[in-house]
């Protein structure tokens, strides 16, 4: 009877153990699954070694043969490299490249470049990836190629976001394994929020001229919710990994929040009110850039936001950047209210002019 008796009891237990192991491990599978097909990050570093085995012979007084040049310049990294600097109409040869790394300047470098790709190989970019993906829109995807390379300019960018989007970074021996993965994490959040542009585009479409410009630049605050997504919080430091200057330039900028935040409600309402036309907008903008307000102004608000009412409130934002000013005036107006630090606030005007329309009706 005994046996009877527990034997389906036994049963249904291990059913119920079973069923909760199921949703238990779809649970824990389903959104790695989710952020496995959202995220793909490859790093080709073909171009840095190929160089590289280049300076490696130099160095030993041995002959560079042709097959070593045309193997460097068939690697991506530098066939992508050369139609990047072409499309920004920069002279860009292999025989002036052939120059530059043969150069006795380049040649000194090596182990310190050496040393720095070792170093680089070694982060983990598709963590960083997953990392970034709790800072975007659902509906965002982050499919990227990072190609660290030894080039003439100590510059770094992101190209063809909208076909095949690949960051390319200056290998700078100042640059550290965390600083390097701190930066493309940066970047990936770039390329993730880009992946939704087009939503924000349908949602200003209706909008006139200069009210819909303006709301285009309120994009450019992208860069601040890259520098809050590549920390992974608003209360972890977001240049713990950066130089001494990078770092100093940012508490600056902190500091003069207030002012910046005035200089740029004043560029938006130039904007929305046809002041600034043209090239001349994208002149001012470009002004902002460069660890400047479209940073940490857009930081701040992002940080404020996410810690007043949640980071979902904040992603949002993501998908419509003139709810960040929104959501921000709100915040801030709270918090001005309370204590005796006076947050600056966008203008009412500027807010009204780049409503969506159907807001207005
Ligand atoms: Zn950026």
Known sequence: MLT?????????????????????????VLPSC???????????????EKVLTILAKTRQSQPVAEEDWQALF???????????????????????????VLSAELLSQYEDLSRT???????????????????????????????PEIKPKHNSFVFDVATDPAIFLYLDPKVSQQEFDNTVSHEMHHIGLSSTDKLYEKKI?????????????????????AVLA???????????????????????GMRTFNQDLETLNEFFLEVTDGRLKGDAVNAKASTFFGEGPWYTVGYRMA??????????????????????????NQAAEQRNALGPEKLALWSPVLLKAVEAKERQK
């Open 4 to 28: 009877r008796e527990k034997s389906p009891r036994l049963t249904a237990a291990i059913k119920y153990f079973l069923i909760i192991l199921v949703l238990t491990c779809l649970l824990n």
């Open 34 to 48: 989710a952020a496995s097909e959202r995220v793909e990050v490859s790093l080709d570093t073909t171009e840095a």
């Open 74 to 100: 068939a690697t991506e990294p530098y066939r992508r490299l050369r139609a990047r600097e072409a499309a920004m109409h920069r002279d860009f040869s292999d025989d002036d490249f052939r120059k530059f």
């Open 117 to 147: 790709l070792t170093a680089w190989k070694k982060a983990d970019l598709r963590a960083a990836g997953v990392r970034v993906l709790q800072y975007l829109p659902a509906e965002a995807v982050i499919h990227v190629k990072v190609f």
């Open 205 to 225: 479409a209706a909008l006139p001229d200069g009210p819909q410009k303006a709301a285009r630049w309120m994009g450019a605050f992208g860069e601040g919710m």
């Open 230 to 252: 590549a920390a992974g919080g608003p209360d972890v430091p977001p240049n713990r990994f950066s130089r001494p200057d990078v770092r100093e330039n940012w508490e600056r």
């Open 303 to 328: 940080v404020l936001i996410e810690k007043r009412y949640g980071r979902a409130a904040l992603i949002e934002c993501m998908l419509d950047q003139r709810l960040l000013l929104q959501r921000y």
